[in-house]
């Protein structure tokens, strides 16, 4: 394990030094968790953690993302935070594209997907004003992708205003490939219930793509009218810049960390990894990558009292269960045996979408941001 003393900020204080890189879903909650029990740094591009299951809805009611949209300071009250991207890691310190050369006893990985939204709070909010306000002013919309993303921004558009024309144009074979054949049969009928155009096995060439004269040629040569867009294509995971450090050799084909039972970054002692980039054999979910979280603070509390090297906590990788809202009230879900579709699912998540028991989990007021 690396030892105390990097060399690098913070090389003073000894053995419960944690640096988490990534503010996300997984890391924001470890380290609020681990505030109080060691030397916390934060390292994160964006001032802010956002509740990424609440951005559909935010497009449609951006007053929606005052709640979901949460200053890292507002919850991490103890504990440093420095808004940047990490560049790099050694064996004791994590570099940063502004210049900070971060010593650590302990490093948690959570860089999940990689993203390009705003810096700050303020214009992350305006961007969902902006978002709403094209959808609002458009009697037509086309959305490029039916992930969870895609498919639940056509829900959240087909129910608040039914008189648009939504198209949404997917390259796969089906809608939500990353769960079983009969949800996304259910999702494909809800949607074309609601009017929604779903056009399968087709894309749209994402690099002359423009809102200018209001037509879009699909690769079958299908032509769209639609007065505005939606790139919904899944985003690509945020391990880039760990290839050429000392974790490269830690990465699968796909750019995803390997971990061991104890969310371990195999071959490395003090270094965690957990969420979406971790190789965990399981749907990428975002409750899943909580649980990460907190089976990391029982191994780093042991580690750092000192108690628990042959005692630390293990993660079994979950079974399939999702749940992709579909508008205001209904949902489709993924269980391990079965689909379920409507309202059942939907009272569970699409009318408040977890936020307030996400908040509730950060330690904040669930209902006012
Ligand atoms: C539309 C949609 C709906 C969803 N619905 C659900 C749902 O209902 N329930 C559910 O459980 N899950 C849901 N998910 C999945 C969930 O959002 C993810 O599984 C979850 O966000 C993963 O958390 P994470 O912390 O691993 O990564 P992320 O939340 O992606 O966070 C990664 C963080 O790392 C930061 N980062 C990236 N690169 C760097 C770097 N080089 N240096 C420093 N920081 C970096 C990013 O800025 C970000 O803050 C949904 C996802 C989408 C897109």
């Known amino acids: 394990m ?17 640096v988490v890189v990534g503010g996300g879903v997984a890391g924001a909650l470890l380290a609020k968790n681990m505030q109080f029990h060691a030397d916390v740094v934060l390292i994160d591009p964006k001032e802010y953690f956002e509740i990424t299951w609440a951005q559909l809805r935010s497009m449609v009611e951006p007053s929606f993302a005052e709640r979901s949209v949460i200053n890292h300071t507002d919850y991490l009250t103890n504990g440093r935070i420095i808004a940047s991207s990490a560049v790099n890691v050694t064996e004791a310190k994590v570099l940063t594209a502004n210049g900070h050369s971060v010593a650590y006893d302990y490093l948690v990985i959570a860089t999940g997907h990689a993203d390009s939204t705003p810096r700050n709070r303020k214009d992350r909010l305006e961007q969902f004003q902006q978002d709403s306000q094209k959808i609002k ?24 205003y039914p008189e648009k024309k939504v198209t949404l144009v997917h390259k796969g074979s089906r809608l939500l490939e ?10 494909m009928d809800w949607l074309t219930s609601k009017n929604v155009k779903v056009l399968l096995g087709q894309s749209i ?12 040629t699909t690769s079958a040569g299908e032509k769209i009218t ?43 002692k003090n270094i965690f990894a957990i969420g979406d980039i971790t190789d965990v054999p399981e749907i990428k979910q975002g409750f899943l990558a909580q649980k990460h979280a907190v089976v990391v603070v ?3 509390m042991r580690l750092i009292k000192g108690t628990g090297e042959n005692k630390l906590a293990t993660y079994k990788p979950s079974s399939a269960i999702a749940i992709v809202s579909l508008g205001r009230k209904e ?39």
């Open 205 to 216: 060439d994402l690099d002359s793509i423009s809102e200018a004269d209001g037509v879009y």
């Open 2 to 18: 690396a030892a105390a003393g990097g060399g690098g900020e913070g090389s003073s204080r000894i053995n419960n030094r944690v």
């Open 137 to 160: 002013s458009s009697r037509s919309v086309l959305i490029i992708g039916g992930g969870p993303t895609g498919v639940e921004l056509a829900g959240e558009i087909a129910v608040d």
């Open 226 to 268: 639609a007065d505005c867009h939606f790139v919904c294509v899944a985003k690509r995971l945020g391990s880039s810049w760990l290839q050429e450090s000392v974790l490269g050799d830690s990465l699968d084909q796909k750019g995803r960390l390997l971990v061991d039972e104890n969310l371990r970054v195999r071959g490395h």
């Open 331 to 369: 949902a489709v879900a993924q269980l391990p045996f079965t689909t379920v579709i409507g309202w059942l699912p939907g009272i569970v998540k699409s009318r408040d979408l977890f936020v307030s028991k996400t908040r509730k989990e950060m330690g904040l007021n669930p209902r006012k941001a």
């Open 178 to 187: 990353f769960i079983g054949q009969k949800a996304s049969k259910k999702a």
């Open 298 to 300: 029982k191994n780093l």
